[in-house]
T-cell receptor, first 114, second 116 residues
Framework: AQTVTQSQPEMSVQEAETVTLSCTYD???????LFWYKQPPSRQMILVIR??????QNATENRFSVNFQKAAKSFSLKISDSQLGDAAMYFC???????????FGAGTTVTVRA | GAVVSQHPSWVICKSGTSVKIECRSL??????MFWYRQFPKQSLMLMAT?????????EQGVEKDKFLINHASLTLSTLTVTSAHPEDSSFYIC????????????FGPGTRLLVL
């Protein structure tokens, strides 16, 4: 399995401000998929954003955007205009083009301060 | 779209009994489903990959005879925890492969299992 590293166990952000979560991964493949999933206290895993490695343009979904640096094997998630409902554990995940399995990072817990 | 359900959401059972957990893709067909286990404040640990009409593929260290997986249709996979013991207590999550190219996993809401 590929190694996915999330170096920030916890992050705190003031409501309405921006927070960036880091993710790096290890791979020798040139084409792959990257994902960010959100797991709120309900523990339902929710897909936040998805990036295909062959696409140079960074994916964006409303207030969520990524900074995909392929050469650096970095895939950070930016949450803009943070809301209380953004409080959750966020997982970065890697998927090889040859295997449908996901390799997950350890997760980052985001706390939003009112 | 891409909704996955799990049943039951909560189960408490006595040690030595078997428990079945169902995972359904509600609005899409899923040839491949996955079963994970998650401990509090930890990441997801893949247990097995379930392919419709064939035997499941288990990850290293997962007991096949203890965690029986059946994927009898394109919308249903089941995980049976046989002869459950307290150490099997955990949060079990399933996912189904979907998306335009089948590149994305969509997750069920999870099942909390407590073995007394």
């Amino acid at each position: 399995a590929q190694t996915v590293t999330q170096s920030q166990p916890e992050m705190s952000v003031q409501e309405a401000e921006t927070v960036t979560l880091s993710c790096t991964y290890d791979t020798s493949e040139s084409d792959y998929y990257l994902f960010w999933y959100k797991q709120p206290p309900s523990r339902q895993m929710i897909l936040v954003i998805r990036q295909e490695a062959y696409k140079q343009q960074n994916a964006t979904e409303n207030r969520f955007s990524v900074n995909f640096q392929k050469a650096a094997k970095s895939f950070s998630l930016k949450i803009s205009d943070s809301q209380l409902g953004d409080a959750a554990m966020y997982f970065c995940a890697y998927r090889s083009p040859y295997d449908y399995k996901l390799s997950f990072g350890a997760g980052t817990t985001v706390t939003v301060r009112a | 779209g891409a909704v996955v359900s799990q049943h039951p959401s909560w189960v408490i059972c006595k040690s030595g009994t078997s428990v079945k957990i169902e995972c359904r893709s509600l609005d899409f067909q899923a040839t491949t489903m996955f079963w994970y286990r998650q401990f509090p404040k930890q990441s997801l640990m893949l247990m097995a990959t379930s392919n419709e009409g064939s035997k499941a593929t288990y990850e290293q260290g997962v007991e096949k005879d203890k965690f029986l997986i059946n994927h009898a249709s394109l919308t249903l996979s089941t995980l049976t925890v046989t002869s459950a013991h307290p150490e099997d207590s955990s949060f079990y999550i399933c996912s189904a492969r979907g998306g335009a190219k089948g590149e994305t996993q969509y997750f069920g809401p999870g099942t909390r299992l407590l073995v007394l």
